[in-house]
């Protein structure tokens, strides 16, 4: 062994360094029960969604979406609150981000590493969901059709091409994929936020209970800001609370297309390329303040 | 703290970046009528506060679908009024849902204006029929109200379509919502033919509608369908075509 | 002039107590050097700023007043961690990775390649004594395996500086011998040793220098030779001598001038003891 590697010259920024961590965090979360309690649970509910089976066809595929996005929507929610708060509280109790810092690591490389870690996990979780989705979907057409073929034996070429094309157009359709990214997309922004809150927060829990906060407020800024915009209030008190509002929470109303999705209306390219930036743009800047606070931290 | 102030001052400059950048895609996606429903107090009156909490949070939808299959109950049961109130919720939580519009309208003119016609209890045929046009005006209402959420959706027109033709006979209405029908993007084939049948029960407009259909006749051979070639031959004897002119007997 | 591995200038750190104006004062004022090649032991008792200092000196803790440096870098920056371990006190690791994952996993961090490490990691395994146990996770390891691997770990870049925050903490007194053997085999390498405890007689056998820090000041600080040596005293042991002999060299110490102060059979210490059954 050579004591002295002199001169070995130190990376500003490794990607080694943030895919180690990454890794690590990505095992790290694989272990917990939460994890596949929570999974389980979604992939339940979406398989439990074909027991509609009282309804028409149509009906059943709207069901069958909406139940199945939404099942996606809060478990990707959920684990991206649940699992990085819980993140830098048990690292510093475990006394890792010691050994981790006391490396040439920067606090940001740590910070990065860790959220990629999640989003990750949640990258993973989302394609599960999906295939098992877009499976059962398929063989339910699959079922739709078969039945259609045989109720319509007899009927003309016309209406039978008139009934199956209208199963078709009820299953899937190309925009539930944006609409399944903007959910993953929604899901990077809170575990993005979730660090930032757990920067300076004092406890799990009260990360937890933050993040659930923006959250709900998140869902009524979009009526806020417009409120506010459109300059309606009267009193300067409401109007600088709800500027408050607007400026200070990220409008999470828009990154519901799927509800519009699932409703048959076509999403414009153009639309979906703007709300991922912006998605993409708010987990940038929530990791940028959290690396602020993180790194003036005392562990 | 004199950070954590910092980065207070940080989102709230951030935040005057974003609000911009928020309010375009706001305005971009109310144009196509991507922006959901206003949440507003009249909304938390029809869905009750858990509902409106559930929906606040992004699950619109699935309170939608879960009030809609409350309603399936409620029509199986025959419970017209709770059905009705049921559907108003529904389409005010997912306006966008077509399937939706057109089940409340389906409901309320062919299933409860039917029961209420039929129901026995109550004696006086005028108020049974009274009770029974109720129930159509509201189907009218349920899919102009969807048209207005969905202009481009041929399915709204083509119901509204049958309704004036089923329930209300009125034919210049009902051939005017199949030709609104054939306008829009993925009509059915038939929405054409539709149009210029009940133009042809039309008082006064027989010339228009025997033109149309001939044209329809000679451009495609697959339009030649027994319907067609009927009501082409009962307005050539109406209108006293000239024998020469009038299509052969049996087309092929 | 020596190189300096680290240098503590003018260092006083106070903790804000949350909710009240008072805080609490966890080092004041203090200053120290490090040479390069030195093993270096920090004493106190519990609560005197020892695992503090430390933290600064690593840019764990930003200090209140003054600055650390290690090999003439300022320890803000992350670049002066280039070239040091540390192990912190009752080190806890990710109990889900095994050994070698764990050493893989703080080689990658040092931006080791993963060809090099595999050969790492076997070295540091046998250097710590794990080798059996490299492939379990450390879920199931004893709180001195924890400790031997955390010495691994901080071993893993090959650092010119290692900072042990009571190495001995937690481990029977044959590891606690072994890792005594250890950080002298480090320093017989050149690599300077930083190390704190509580436990006198250890940091007595292994280290070049002491500071004793109480109450977060360094109350007294030099080399170990000099700190201990009782002026004006020389201890004589000898073996199989007789009860005469023993007069006789109290005479020969009286007659030059000397006065004898204590006679009285060796006895082994505990540890010794300890040593010798427990290794048979
Ligand atoms: N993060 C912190 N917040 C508040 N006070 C702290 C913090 N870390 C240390 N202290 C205080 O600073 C003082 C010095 O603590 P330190 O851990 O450095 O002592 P030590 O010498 O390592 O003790 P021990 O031998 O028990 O490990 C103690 O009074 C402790 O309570
Ligand atoms: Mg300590």
């Known amino acids: 062994m050579n004591p002295v590697r002199a001169g070995a010259s130190h990376k500003a920024f490794s990607l080694d360094r943030i895919a180690a961590i990454a890794s690590n965090t990505l095992t790290e979360l694989t272990r917990l029960k939460v994890f596949y309690v929570l999974l389980l649970f979604a992939c339940v509910l979406i398989g439990s969604s074909v027991l509609m089976a009282r309804l028409s066809f149509q009906q059943e595929f709207q069901v069958l979406k909406d139940i199945s996005l939404g099942a996606m929507s809060i478990f990707t929610s959920l684990l991206a609150i649940v699992a990085t708060a819980r993140m830098l509280p048990q690292d510093t109790e475990d006394r890792i981000v010691y050994t981790i810092l006391a490396k040439p690591v920067p606090r940001f490389e740590y910070l990065l590493g860790k959220l990629l870690g999640v989003l990750l996990l949640l990258a993973i979780s989302t394609l599960i969901m999906s295939a098992l989705f877009l499976a059962l979907l398929y063989s339910r057409e699959h079922a739709a059709l078969a039945a259609t073929n045989r109720q319509m034996a007899g009927l003309p070429q016309e209406q039978l091409h008139a009934a199956l094309q209208s199963i078709r157009d009820s299953t899937f359709n190309p925009d539930l994929l944006p609409g399944i990214s903007v959910i993953f997309l929604k899901a990077c922004l809170l575990a993005s936020l979730t660090i930032f809150i757990s920067t300076f927060a004092t406890s799990q829990i009260f990360t937890v209970v933050v993040t659930v906060f923006v959250y709900f407020i998140g869902h009524l800024q979009g009526t806020a800001r417009e409120f506010w915009l459109q300059g309606h209030s009267a009193g300067w008190l409401a109007r600088t609370f709800l500027a408050v509002v607007a400026l200070l929470f990220p409008d999470l109303q828009l990154f519901n297309l799927a509800d519009e999705v699932v409703a048959g209306a076509a999403i414009p390219l153009a639309i979906f390329l703007k709300t991922a930036a912006l998605g993409a743009f708010y987990t940038v800047i929530y990791l940028l303040f959290a690396t602020a606070i993180f790194s003036a931290k005392e562990l | ?252 | 002039m020596i190189e300096a591995a680290v240098v503590v200038t003018g260092v006083t750190k106070t903790f804000p107590v949350p909710f009240k104006r008072r805080s609490v004062l966890a080092v004041r004022d203090l200053s120290l050097r490090v040479d390069a090649g030195q093993v270096y032991g920090l004493l106190g008792p519990n609560g005197s700023g020892k695992s503090t200092t430390l933290k600064i000196i690593l840019g764990l803790v930003a200090p209140t007043r003054g600055k650390a440096e290690i090999f003439a870098r300022d320890s803000t920056e992350v670049a002066s961690r280039e070239a040091v371990g540390f192990l912190p006190e009752n080190p806890y690791f990710p109990k889900y990775l095994t050994g070698a994952e764990t050493l893989r996993f703080y080689g990658k961090l040092c931006g080791l390649s993963s060809r090099a490490l595999t050969k790492k990691i076997q070295e540091l395994l046998e250097l710590v004594g794990l080798t059996s146990a490299g492939d379990r996770r450390l879920g199931g390891y004893s709180k001195g395996m924890l400790q031997r691997i955390g010495l691994a770990q901080a071993l893993v870049n090959e650092p010119r500086l290692v900072v042990l925050d009571e190495p001995t903490a937690g481990v029977d007194p044959v590891g606690s011998r072994e890792i005594r053997d250890l950080i002298l085999d480090l320093k017989k390498r050149g690599i300077t040793v930083l190390l704190s405890s509580h436990l006198l007689d250890q940091v007595q056998e292994v280290c070049d220098r002491v500071g004793i820090l109480a109450n977060g000041e360094l109350v007294s600080e030099g080399a170990v030779n000099e700190l201990l040596a009782v002026e004006n005293q020389t201890e004589v042991v000898f073996e199989a001598g007789s009860e005469e002999l023993t007069r006789q060299i109290e005479a020969l110490i009286n007659t030059a001038g000397g006065r004898l102060i204590d006679c009285r059979k060796s006895r082994k210490t505990l540890e010794r003891l300890f040593l010798d059954v427990t290794l048979k």
Not at chain 2, 53 to 73: E, P
Request: hydrophobic content about 45%; overall charge positive; aromatic content about 12%.
């Open chain 2, 1 to 252: 703290m004199k950070r954590f102030l910092l980065v207070l001052a940080a989102t709230l400059l951030f935040g005057s970046v974003k609000l911009p950048a928020e309010h375009a895609l706001f305005a971009a996606r109310s144009e196509l009528r991507l922006h959901g429903v206003p949440m507003d107090l009249s909304l938390r009156e029809q869905i009750g506060q858990l509902g409106f909490i559930a929906a606040l949070s992004g699950f619109r939808s699935l309170i939608a679908d879960f009030l809609f299959i409350q309603a399936h109950v409620a029509w199986e049961r025959t419970e017209w009024s709770r059905v009705l109130l049921l559907f108003r919720q529904v389409t005010t939580l997912q306006p966008r849902g077509v399937l939706f519009w057109d089940m409340a309208a389906w409901h309320m003119g062919w299933n409860a204006s039917v029961s209420v016609f039929n129901d026995k209890s109550q004696p006086r045929l005028a108020l049974r029929i009274k009770a029974q046009r109720e129930y159509w005006d509201l189907a009218r209402d349920f899919l102009e109200r969807g048209i207005k959420n969905n202009p481009d959706q041929p399915k709204l027109y083509e119901a509204l379509g049958r309704l004036y033709r089923e329930k209300y006979k009125d034919h210049a209405r009902a051939s005017e919502s199949f030709a609104k029908t054939a306008e829009q993007p993925g009509a059915p084939s038939y929405a054409k033919r539709f149009t210029l049948y009940e133009l042809s029960y039309c008082e006064g407009r027989e010339q228009e509608a025997y033109e149309r259909l001939l044209q329809l006749y000679n451009a495609d051979e697959n339009e030649r369908l027994p319907t067609l070639i009927s009501r082409l031959k009962l307005l050539e004897e109406k209108l006293n075509i000239p024998l020469a002119e009038r299509i052969p007997d049996r087309a092929h």
